[in-house]
């Protein structure tokens, strides 16, 4: 999704972007369903997403945590060690990512474009 909107994209919490700084692919996954949710809005002009920008953030996580799962259980089927390192590494990563993103920085990006969404 091409960002076309005069305010910036919303910003995909910082400890998620550390976090999975090794996945790109899923942080490119969380930025679009933020995206796509915040334009919704803003063609709609009237509340914010706040709630619903929540609700994609564990939706967009626990769907790459059952993928980073599966793919982990696949390696172990293989019994190479090394795919199996990877998907662990990857695995680990997906469920850090969960239990800590703050939402401050999407507080703060709704409150300095509110007027936007109005």
Do not use: C
């Not at 305010?7 to 692919?25: A, G, M, S």
């Not at 929540?54 to 795919?83: P, Y």
């Amino acid at each position: 999704m091409i960002w076309t909107h005069s305010i910036p994209q919303p910003p995909v919490p910082q400890f998620l972007r550390e976090t999975l700084k090794d996945y790109p692919e899923i942080i490119q996954d969380i930025q679009d369903g933020l995206n796509e949710i915040v334009a919704k809005y803003l063609e709609r002009k009237w509340g914010t997403p706040f709630n619903e920008v929540w609700e994609e953030l564990e939706s967009a996580l626990s769907h790459h945590r059952f993928e980073a799962s599966e793919a982990l259980k696949e390696a172990e089927q293989t019994g190479d060690s090394q795919a199996i390192f990877r998907a662990k590494i990857k695995f680990d990563a997906v469920v850090e990512a969960r239990r800590g993103p703050s939402l401050d920085e999407l507080h703060d990006y709704f409150q300095a474009y509110k007027g936007a969404f109005e």
